[in-house]
């Protein structure tokens, strides 16, 4: 059977003839050269071009990238190799390499030395920390060659490609080759090594239009991979799948299983001659070097091989190497959230077939591997073949040891415990995977069939388009997951019992109506989820690794990078990650915690409150959280240890003494505030005063007062505002209190000139000849000198104010006269009866404020228009021409100092 290869083209960078790719390990970067002599850095992932870096004016044969020094390496055909570093754009050296083409570079994985090879059938080693000096010549060849390669399994040893039709091995100690490789019956283009320990192999490509596996311990040709129709320039072996990959002038890319040497797949672009090929370990994304452009290319998932029991054995598979991990030999103690768990990895033995499934039974004492269209069931301990068979996959029953096994996409065969076939389950559409459990699911198009294991009778179908089905242990719940989020589902085993017995165990067309129940459905996209008891721990594809319990949803940690969820070890307290390279990650969930939210979610509040002297005090809080969801508002008060929340609780909760001492104890405006809403809102007045003056909130406090009447607190409002800067609120009060001289003190002290002195005009006219000097003052140390000098000071020109007194007691009058009272004195009297009018109607014309001597006088009979005309006559002046009042100019020029000011006299 083929493997599952699935193909899908990442990204196409249309450009001139590439000579050479090359793929960044830890960056989505595809490093290309170009026959145009530029070397360019594209990001596949967003298909843009990062970097460019004009090399020559000739052909760029080969560039690599040395990601330990951020470098990129290129030689071109002027015989030059050149270094840039690919973060700051800059060249670190040049020099001449060869007599001729430069036609490949290979990079030593650990030191610093570099292999060119060329025209001039030479191959030399440069180490540049010795000023790139090269250190030895290995001559040899007889034709051009064509690619150098460093041994994987043995970096002192390398390969080259020649066109004299000879593969030749090399050691970095020796001028001379170790062996030569001959059986190409044209130039030989390209060279690799299997990148495996289990297989001594070498695959090369030619003019011959065939690429050859050669044993290096027999010196021969292994297989002969042959279907190109046009020379072979370009071949690899993948360094994780059984894959090798041959490019050709024949524009198409073949992909041959290195185990069985099947051609799998056929990858053709149109973009006419390939000529170079790049893969990485730790990705399945490959980049094809065209006439026309790269493209990048992904074969197969990168997602790792393992298989986790409930006891916490980890099986691991690396190619067909399978190892064997105890979780239990770990020092989980010394492990920190998100840290690597170092744990013995010990081997256990190879497979026939490539594992691309593993998965242990139920009771841990098997191992069933899948691949290639085949499957072996291993003993777990021995790991010694059990049973084998065709199928491209096996799920597991939940108790006995029975398992099934899909062939196709159209019969699913089920197996006894002795692995004896018992019955096949042809479903009427065709069949996308099968889910083991309690239940056998086989998943279709849009929908899951599950069948009963003893009789394989239906039990129901669900209509829902599942990416996979997880059981809980407990055998009574299942997530169904699907592209964009996840149902919890209820198995109702009872129903389905009484159901067979009330039908003599012969179930109908359509199973069981109400076999399940849907609990709810959660929007996370789920990568990997493992089931414990009733918690449902879970990695979405977002990086978020959380758990749930009933309806609850709680966040573990937040990944930095793709990882794969192996389980959950209650006893451990530990939740096992595994990423790409197979790194074990771990993160602490305790299992009390997950019972503790257990009983909440059934409503057993005492039974969770008895667990949480076992929780650390550190994550009650978070406990607390949970039992507000759950409506238990008071048990969360009790449990909540932050400051903020339970503050937040007691008001919730309607206490406001606690609340009060909760303030005390930790004191912030905020929380005052809040406190006195809360007072006011439950007519605690004298609470909503405390707290309106912890908080330092004149403006309520000053409403407070108004609506008590009482004129000291209205006092201590007004030394409030004033300790706080409120001048508007300081001013309301004293205005209420009928403090005149304090709301005019407050207008000069806030540099409200204008509007302190028409305050004075109106309520203290004994002050209008300082506050207009103030006003002067203020203008001139602002540079207004023109516009003091036009105001006029009602002490020089006193009759430019008629109707003005000046007597405090006439300040007296004018205020009793406000009030509705009487005075005693004649002056009083007086100034009473020219006032006693409405305060905002009786306000005098503001132009008497100030004006320049040339200005009219407004008598409280006379019309402004006339005596204004009149002024003009005088002046000898059109009333056209007439410019602007020294008032107007003031005003004007204050506005910006003060637009804020809104109290209404």
């Not at 590439?18 to 594209?42: D, M, N």
């Amino acid at each position: 059977m083929p493997l599952r290869l699935d193909p899908v083209k990442v990204a196409q960078v249309r450009s001139e003839r590439v000579k050479g790719v090359e793929l960044h390990s830890r960056e989505p970067w595809v490093l290309v050269a170009l026959y145009t002599g530029q070397v360019l850095i594209f990001d596949y992932d967003r298909c843009v071009a990062l970097k460019q870096f004009e090399v020559s004016d000739q052909p760029v044969r080969c560039a690599r990238f040395v990601e330990r020094k951020n470098w990129v390496i290129a030689a071109a055909d002027d015989l030059y190799v050149r270094v840039y570093n690919y973060n700051t754009m800059e060249k670190v050296c040049e020099f001449e390499a060869h007599q001729d083409y430069v036609r490949s570079i290979a990079v030593h994985p650990t030191r610093p030395l570099l292999l060119t090879a060329s025209d001039d059938m030479a191959i030399k080693l440069w180490d540049w920390e010795r000023n790139w000096n090269c250190t030895m010549v290995f001559e040899g060849h007889s034709h051009y060659v064509m690619q150098v390669v460093f041994n994987p399994k043995d970096p002192n040893t390398f390969a080259s490609a020649s066109l004299d039709c000879t593969v030749k091995i090399w050691s970095l100690s020796s001028p001379v080759p170790n062996m030569s490789l001959e059986g190409h019956r044209k130039g030989v283009n390209s060279v690799d090594y299997y990148p495996g320990n289990d297989k001594p192999f070498l695959i090369s490509g030619g003019d011959d239009e065939r690429a050859i596996v050669w044993d290096m311990q027999t010196r021969t040709p292994a297989q002969e991979l042959v279907g190109h129709t046009a020379n072979v320039s370009a071949v690899q072996f993948h360094p994780v799948r059984p894959l090798i990959l041959t490019a050709s002038e024949d524009g198409t890319v073949r992909v041959w299983n290195s185990n069985t040497y099947r051609l799998e797949t056929m990858l053709s672009y149109g973009f006419e001659r390939c000529w170079s090929l790049a893969c990485l370990r730790s990705s399945s994304v490959i980049a094809i070097g065209c006439d026309l452009g790269t493209i990048v290319v992904r074969i197969g998932k990168d997602e790792p091989v393992y298989s986790m029991d409930q006891s916490g054995k980890v099986v691991f598979a690396k190619n067909n190497e399978i190892f064997f991990v105890a979780l239990r030999q770990a020092q989980l103690d010394q492990v920190a959230d998100g840290a690597r768990v170092s744990a013995p990895l010990k081997e256990m033995g190879t497979t026939e077939i490539y594992p691309q499934r593993i998965s242990h039974s139920p009771n841990g004492r098997f191992i069933a591997v899948c691949g290639d269209g085949e499957y072996m069931i291993y003993t777990a301990l021995a790991w010694r073949n059990k049973s084998f068979g065709t199928g491209d996959e096996l799920v597991w029953d939940n108790g006995p040891g029975e398992y099934a096994v899909r062939e196709g996409n159209a019969r699913v065969h089920v197996f006894n415990r002795m692995q004896k076939e018992r019955a096949v389950i042809r479903a009427p559409f065709p069949i996308k995977a099968i889910y083991g459990g309690p239940l056998l699911g086989l998943g279709g198009e849009d929908c899951i069939c599950f069948y009963d294991w003893a009789s394989l009778q239906i039990v129901q179908r669900i209509d829902v388009a599942a990416t996979n089905v997880l059981w809980s242990d407990t055998a009574d719940l299942l997530a169904i997951i699907t592209s964009d989020s996840f149902f919890v589902v209820r198995y109702n085993r009872s129903t389905v019992d009484a159901a067979l017995e009330a039908s003599q165990g012969v179930l109908g067309a359509d199973g069981v109506d109400d076999a399940f129940s849907v609990l709810h459905e959660q929007a996370d996209r789920i990568g990997t989820g493992r089931w414990s008891g009733e918690c449902f721990v879970f990695c979405t594809h977002s990086g978020r690794l959380a758990f749930l319990v009933g309806t609850e949803s709680t966040t573990i940690a937040h990944l930095d990078r793709q990882l794969y969820l192996m389980g959950y070890l209650p006893t451990d307290n530990r939740v096992y990650l595994v990423d790409r390279d197979l790194q074990i990650i771990s993160y602490a969930l305790l299992a009390s915690i997950v019972q503790f939210k257990s009983y909440i979610q059934k409503g057993m509040l005492r039974e969770a409150l008895d667990l949480l002297q076992s929780i650390p005090h550190a994550e009650h809080n978070r406990l607390a959280q949970s039992l507000e969801r759950a409506g238990y508002k008071q048990a969360a008060l009790e449990v909540a240890t932050d400051t903020d929340y339970r503050f937040e609780l007691a008001l919730t909760l309607n206490k406001l003494d606690l609340a009060r001492s909760i303030a005390e104890q930790a004191p912030s405006e905020t929380r005052w505030r809040q406190l006195s809403e809360a007072a006011m809102a439950n007519n605690d007045l004298p609470l909503a005063e405390i707290c309106m003056r912890n908080a330092h909130d004149a403006s309520s406090l000053l409403l407070l007062q108004v609506a008590r009447g009482d004129a000291a607190g209205l006092r201590d409002v007004a030394s409030i505002a004033l300790r706080a800067g409120e001048s508007n609120t300081a001013f309301l009060a004293k205005l209420l209190l009928h403090d005149r001289q304090g709301c005019l003190d407050i207008l000069i002290q806030s540099q409200r000139f204008p509007e302190a002195a028409l305050f004075a005009r109106s309520f203290i006219p004994s002050k209008l000849a300082e506050t207009v000097q103030l006003w002067k003052k203020w203008l001139r140390s602002k540079g207004e000198d023109r516009a003091a000098e036009r105001l006029v000071d009602p002490a020089l020109h006193p009759e430019r104010f008629p109707g003005v007194p000046r007597s405090p007691l006439a300040d007296h009058g004018l205020a009793d006269a406000r009030n509705g009272t009487n005075s005693v004195s004649d002056e009083k009297t007086e100034a009473n009866k020219r006032t006693q009018v409405n305060l905002v109607s009786d306000l005098p014309d503001v132009s008497q404020l100030a004006l320049d001597p040339g200005s009219p006088v407004v008598s409280s009979t006379g019309t402004a228009d006339a005596q204004r005309q009149s002024t003009d006559d005088e002046l000898g002046r059109s009333p056209a021409s007439a410019g602007p009042s020294s008032l107007e100019v003031a005003r004007t020029r204050s506005v910006s100092h003060d637009s804020n000011w809104d109290v209404d006299f």
